[in-house]
């Protein structure tokens, strides 16, 4: 942006005059000495340029050094997102920010009371409610709504039972679930009631994945892709609409359902570490092919091959 903005103000100096040039000595050493600093300028912003690109190139660790491997490539990650323009790259870095906190306990307290108050208004099966930690009327009726705490947080997916916070290491992670839950509430009381689908847990890992994939860590989680999204300008349109507002939930919410799918296709008995993969390589592909003009863009996730 700065060498274009240079270039413009070049040629607007070598601009013809209306008498038709420069007839005197002065306007014309004038004009020389102007040209001559903005060329000048222009090799300096082009050495940065160059020592930029380089730099963020970088040269990787030996191997065998695991935490300077890690540090290498958060260094790297973030450089990434120092390319972008200023609102995107606040964007980017809020979500980054949060990928990297843990939850402060407020938070968690008003996470999971979101979730909480979400599971009060699924139709649990009436057999599964005293597990849940409700008090159920068993007179005939097939369903009942909880109406108090839910104490048994496996139902959600989580893997403990009565300590869901030790597996919330990410705010972001927090923030994808509660979004989830709230944005698609039928889609989230099919996946824990109907196909016993673990979305909490399924949630937290596929968060990670795509922390990864999108510059925000350096720690890959379960993918097998070779790199991030390196696409500068797909990466500044994914950026765009995170400005714009929640397009890293959506993204998750996206690839979360497809994630579901898959599991139902393998009868209930699929890994969910290996579904990640499966759902990180869908989403790689729809991210480096759709224009991401909105995120209505990111369905594609739910009918691409994998």
């Not at 540090?71 to 990434?80: F, G, L, N, P, S």
């Not at 159920?136 to 909880?146: M, N, P, S, T, W």
């Not at 296709?265 to 224009?291: F, H």
Request: proline content about 5%; overall charge negative.
């Amino acid at each position: 942006q700065a060498i274009g903005s240079r270039f413009g103000k070049m040629r607007k100096i070598m601009a013809p005059r209306p008498h038709g040039g420069y007839d005197d000595e002065k306007s014309h050493l004038h004009v020389h000495d102007t040209l001559s600093s903005w060329y000048q300028g222009l090799s300096e912003l082009a050495n940065e340029a160059l020592e930029a690109i380089e730099d963020l190139k970088g040269t990787a660790p030996k191997a065998g050094a695991k935490a300077d491997d890690l540090r290498w490539e958060d260094k790297q990650a973030a450089r990434r997102l120092e390319l972008l323009p200023e609102p995107e790259r606040e964007a980017m870095h809020r979500l980054r920010q949060r990928a990297r906190r843990k939850p402060e306990e407020v938070e968690l307290r008003a996470g999971l009371e979101l979730l909480s108050k979400w599971a009060q208004n699924v139709k649990w099966p009436v057999q599964a409610l005293p597990s849940m930690g409700f008090e159920a009327d068993l007179d005939g009726a097939e369903e009942e709504a909880a109406s108090d705490v839910v104490l048994d947080w496996c139902k959600l997916g989580f893997r403990s039972s009565n300590s869901p916070e030790t597996e919330l290491r990410s705010l972001l992670a927090l923030d994808n679930l509660t979004y989830f839950c709230e944005k698609y509430p039928a889609e989230a009381e099919k996946m824990c009631k109907d196909s016993l689908f673990p979305m909490a847990f399924a949630s937290i890992c596929l968060t990670k994945s795509l922390a990864w994939y999108q510059s925000f860590s350096a720690k890959a989680g379960h993918v097998d892709l070779q790199e991030p999204l390196l696409d500068q300008m797909q990466v500044l349109s994914f950026a765009k609409l995170c400005v714009e507002g929640e397009a890293f939930s959506e993204l998750l919410s996206c690839g979360l359902m497809r994630m579901h799918a898959m599991w139902c296709e393998a009868g209930g008995r699929a890994d969910i570490k290996t579904l990640v993969k499966r759902t990180m390589a869908v989403v790689d592909e729809v991210l480096r092919s759709a224009p991401l003009e909105g995120t209505s863009d990111f369905k594609a996730i739910l009918s691409s091959s994998p």
